[in-house]
């Protein structure tokens, strides 16, 4: 929950200030019951930030602690007999890391660097140069706006005549830059790639490709906050900045679940909904473009991090959608197909986020799309890294602060994934898809 404040900032230029996470901690903690579920709602408070939400029996939680607050959270694990680990020592310390890896910034847009991540100004301009380098096969697209007046931009490739549509958004959570490096991987690997495999796929469905909905976020992230997570949408009852825009869609809005860790109404809190259903304009806008192409419209994508997981609707009610039992399958075909496809045996956890993580969640763009549009399948991935990985890869810190260098085998397993699941799905005709399975 985004309470923390920061205690040492640092000028990066005239009119931005960088967040510093100086001496910021990330403790792992092991939930084994319910009583330590209620005992950890104590760090709903400032100087504290759940980069894993606590869930009993599923993961453990990532809790970044300010370091004014660390003696108080080892005082009270301490009282409360639950145990931790320290998994981050200077959350700063990887982000300086993170920055210093990009190199140069790219103002030639013709070879956008596959192995660093890119701001906002770079990612439009490569995107607004595709259709030169490529006449006849891609087509720019604005598929809405932001609240500071950002264009969301993104392209659609087509290399044949009337496919149907897989539709990829990321960086609707503005601090996990892995979704839209993701999706800018994949657009230049289906323009360029001879790869029989690749070029089966992307030349059987028209692609519509948004790296960044939530621009003014991501474009924060890179100037003032990388942790920062909402939009930056302002309003005259509060002094808080933005909403969580995967909680504004007008699909179960106003359902507050009972997680305890939830609290969608606070306008401070990093997953708070906003004021109405679709009251951000980037989910409003983006939401009509879906509705103009909906017919189109076959796979519904949307990338976020982390944890490894491949979750499909309903993520805003505990029963199971009409064709469950088929996403269920066309997603165990992804999972199946990464895993075998992997040197280390890359592992996903399949299901709705009710069955996998006992957590109900309510205005997502998947579950929306899904039941406002009937699109036949809706599935989000939660991205690299997991638990797993991490304790293999020595030195490399897992989180919302994701190495570049894992860009690329990151995207190589979500083309595999999206792959088995494209063949799965074309197996069954939409009189199977629409059934109450």
């Known amino acids: 929950m985004f309470y923390f404040i920061a205690l040492l900032v640092t000028t990066i230029g005239a009119d931005n200030i960088q967040t510093s996470y100086k001496n910021y901690k990330v403790f792992r903690i092991p939930i084994d019951s319910e009583e330590q579920l209620s005992y950890l709602q104590y760090f709903n408070e400032s100087g504290y930030q759940y980069w894993r939400y606590p869930t009993q029996g599923s993961h453990a939680a990532d809790l970044m602690v300010a370091p004014d607050k660390i003696k108080p959270f080892e005082e009270y694990m301490k009282t409360t007999q639950i145990s931790y680990t320290e998994y981050i020592k200077d959350v700063q310390s990887l982000i300086d890391k993170e920055m210093s890896s990009r190199g140069r910034r790219c103002l030639n847009m013709t070879d956008l ?9 770079e990612i439009y301009r490569w995107l607004d140069n595709l259709p030169s380098r490529f006449p006849g096969k891609v087509e720019l697209i604005v598929a809405g706006h932001s609240f500071e007046g950002r264009d969301i931009r993104g392209v659609k490739l087509s290399f044949r005549p009337n496919n149907s549509a897989v539709v990829m958004e990321g960086g609707i959570h503005a601090r996990e830059w892995i979704g839209p490096a993701t999706i800018i991987t994949l657009v230049e690997w289906f323009l360029n790639s001879n790869q029989a495999a690749t070029r089966k796929v992307a030349d059987s469905y028209d692609w519509y490709m948004f790296p960044v909905i939530n621009p003014d976020g991501y474009e924060y992230t890179h100037t003032n906050d990388r942790l920062w997570r909402k939009t ?27 997680y305890i860790f ?21 989910a409003r806008t983006f939401a009509d473009y879906l509705k103009s192409v909906k017919d189109k419209i076959y796979f519904y994508i949307s990338l976020h991090s982390y944890g490894q997981y491949l979750f499909f609707p309903y993520t805003s009610r505990r029963e199971h959608q009409r064709n469950y039992n088929r996403s269920y399958t066309v997603g165990s075909k992804a999972i199946e197909a990464v895993q075998r496809s992997s040197e280390n045996s890359t592992h996903y956890r399949l299901g709705t986020s009710t069955d996998v993580l006992n957590l ?9 799309v899904q039941d406002a549009l009937q699109v036949p399948y809706s599935f989000t991935f939660e991205l690299r890294p997991s638990d797993a990985w991490a304790q293999q890869m020595t030195g490399l810190i897992p989180g919302f602060i994701l190495p570049a260098n894992q860009i690329g085998i990151n995207s190589e397993e979500v083309l595999i994934a999206l792959t088995a699941m494209l063949e799965e799905a074309s197996k069954w005709n939409e009189t199977d898809i629409s059934k109450n399975e």
């Open 113 to 121: 660097p596959l192995d660093q991540y890119h701001d906002l100004g």
């Open 232 to 258: 930056r949408s302002t309003s005259g009852t509060t002094n808080c900045v933005g909403a969580d825009l995967n909680r504004n869609w007008d699909i179960h809005w106003d359902y507050e679940g009972d």
């Open 262 to 282: 939830y609290h969608p109404r606070d306008p401070c809190n990093d997953v708070y909904r906003g004021s109405e259903p679709f009251s951000e304009v980037e």
């Open 360 to 368: 109900t969640l309510g205005g997502t763009s998947g579950d929306w």
